[in-house]
């Protein structure tokens, strides 16, 4: 009975022990769903309505931009330096369009713009193209010396990296001529990689200038800049050395001042080369106008006095020949002067046998008289050339292959000048030939050293003398060609030369080739070394008294034919 009384008890105490965890699950299962649902509910809920968005501060390019919306020097200034710092790809286009004045801004819309070289608008900070003609108050961002000099400086510091070479050597120099601090660690970085001894050359000597002109670096790095810029040498490192800042250490002035006694002394030797250069450069153009005289003066004894007006219709030939290529065939241009050479060459000698056959042939061993004429002659050629194309100068121009200029040390030499001189030489040379080799060019050397022998031998010395006035005539128009490259293309050309072709051929001995040659270089030479001292106009009259005094001890010139004298 017990027994049974205990597992009754058990089994209250089991149902009861149920109850309880099937109450607790059921009081659960009714708390759940209204949690569920609250849960189940929260990802539903509206979203958060979010505020409008705040701008995000600017950065790189389009904060460095912002200096230019001042309108101030100052801000410009500093905007300049920070475009550079951004090392954006634009940075140079908008240094380039403020140099230009193509730069622009609007205070409305708080942008910068810039023009390309077409005129048409571009977002300076995104480089987009602008919608229509851009903002109606779109003003340029202005600029003054002082900021002219921050350009040229910024602009060589961009173009440091570029990767052609000629565009670093550029950048190298304009940066020496800015000598800003803002560009030393950029050329450090480009020294630091640049290959090209040329170019790295450069790029010391602009760090040197830098160095030199600032207020940071030891008294070490001064002096070792003294000595680059002393190894420069030129007008350009003279500048610099002369024009060193307060406060400079006195070491280094005592440095600068030998360095700027031994490049003066340098100078001094160049400029002597230089005016060596220009004399021989002179001397060319005087032995073209002067070759065709000396054959004519040296064969027919003529006093030719509208042998200048012949240099003169070669030159006008030149600017006939342009304007023809200019209005047919442009692409022709760069062979303009060697289409021109034969056509003066032919039209010169053709004009010059026409007036030997309708002038001169009459009045030979008359000098006075045919002085006369040809010199009435000068000036009815003159006014026919004025009235046919006005008496304004014409312009002719410079093939690309005759532009331009190179040195050699401080010695600078134009390819026109070069060529000029190439192409006398040139001309000599075959005219040297042709007196030798051909059979025209041995009758007239008969007939220069005796005309009556050489009548008497058959040669028709009437024949010579048309042919050698023709020939004569003809080099001097192909002179004419070369002036143009030179000089103004006017009616008045000739009369410039004229008197210097006859002392020429005088000085060096009339009818002589070699006289002809080594009197015009002298007298060049000797012009050009004058001039510095006595000007231009007292530098011809010097050369005319000291010709007059030479020729009063050798009337024959430099380089007399002995064969005259049997004439004589």
């Known amino acids: 009975m017990r027994r049974k009384s205990e597992r009754l008890v058990l089994l209250l105490c089991a149902l009861a022990f149920g109850a309880a965890l099937a109450g607790g699950a059921s009081a659960q299962t ?267 003066f040296g064969v027919m004894g003529v006093i030719n006095m509208a042998h200048g007006e012949m240099v003169m219709i070669g030159a006008y030939v030149t600017f006939v020949v342009q304007e023809l290529i200019r209005q047919h065939n442009p692409a022709l241009f760069d062979y303009s002067l060697l289409i021109a050479v034969p056509a003066a060459f032919l039209i010169a000698g053709f004009i010059g046998i026409l007036i030997e056959q309708g002038i001169i042939r009459f009045l030979y061993g008359r000098p006075l008289e045919t002085l006369l004429a040809t010199w009435g002659l000068s000036l009815v050629l003159q006014q026919a050339v004025r009235t046919a194309f006005g008496p304004t100068n014409r312009e002719v121009g410079a093939p690309s292959w005759m532009s331009g200029a190179f040195e050699v040390g401080h010695l600078s030499i134009t390819y026109g000048r070069l060529w000029i001189i190439c192409f006398t030489l040139g001309v000599f040379l075959l005219l040297l030939a042709l007196l030798r080799y051909t059979r025209l060019g041995l009758e007239m050397r008969a007939v220069t050293q005796n005309r009556a022998m050489a009548a008497s031998m058959g040669i028709r010395t009437a024949r010579v003398d048309a042919l050698t006035f023709g020939l004569g005539s003809g080099i001097a128009g192909i002179a004419g060609v070369a002036l143009s490259q030179i000089d103004n293309v006017s009616p008045n050309l000739g009369q410039g030369y004229i008197i210097d072709s006859f002392m020429v051929v005088v000085f060096g001995g009339v009818g002589n080739l070699w006289g002809t040659l080594v009197g015009a270089f002298s007298l060049g030479i000797a012009n050009k070394f004058l001039e510095p001292y006595a000007g231009a106009v007292l530098a011809k009259i010097a050369i005319l008294v000291l010709i007059i005094l030479f020729i009063q001890k050798r009337p024959r010139g430099l380089f007399a034919l002995k064969g005259r004298a049997v004439e004589a």
Do not use: C, M
Request: glycine share 8%; charged share 20%.
């Open 30 to 296: 009714q708390i759940d769903p209204p949690a569920a649902a609250e849960s189940a509910a929260a990802p539903q809920a509206a979203p958060d309505v979010p505020s409008a968005p705040q701008p995000a501060p600017l950065t790189g390019l389009a904060k460095a931009l912002e200096h230019f919306l001042a309108d101030d020097f100052s801000e410009t200034d500093a905007g300049i330096g920070a475009v550079a710092a951004t090392g954006d790809a634009r940075a140079a286009a908008i240094i380039e369009a403020l140099q230009d004045r193509r730069l622009l801004f609007s205070v409305q819309d708080k942008k910068v713009f810039y023009k390309d070289k077409d005129d048409k608008l571009f977002d300076a900070a995104t480089g987009s193209a602008a919608a229509g003609a851009g903002p109606p108050d779109l003003t340029n961002v202005r600029i003054n010396n002082r900021l002219r000099r921050t350009i040229d400086a910024a602009l060589g510091g961009l173009r440091l990296q570029a990767g052609d070479a000629n565009r670093r050597f550029e950048a190298a120099q304009a940066v020496l001529k800015s000598r800003d601090e803002n560009a030393l660690p950029a050329l450090d970085a480009a020294l630091a990689k640049e290959t090209d001894a040329r170019v790295k050359r450069a790029l010391g000597q602009a760090r040197a200038a830098v160095i030199l002109h600032s207020s940071e670096g030891s008294e070490a790095d001064k002096l070792a800049a003294v000595a680059t810029i002393r190894e420069r040498g030129g007008q350009e490192a003279l500048n610099l050395l002369a024009s060193l800042p307060a406060g400079t250490p006195p070491a280094v002035v005592g440095a600068a001042r030998d360095a700027v006694a031994s490049i003066q002394s340098q100078l001094a030797v160049w400029a002597t080369a230089q005016n060596a250069w220009y004399g021989l450069s002179l001397g060319s153009v005087l032995l073209l106008a002067a070759i065709g005289l000396a054959i004519t």
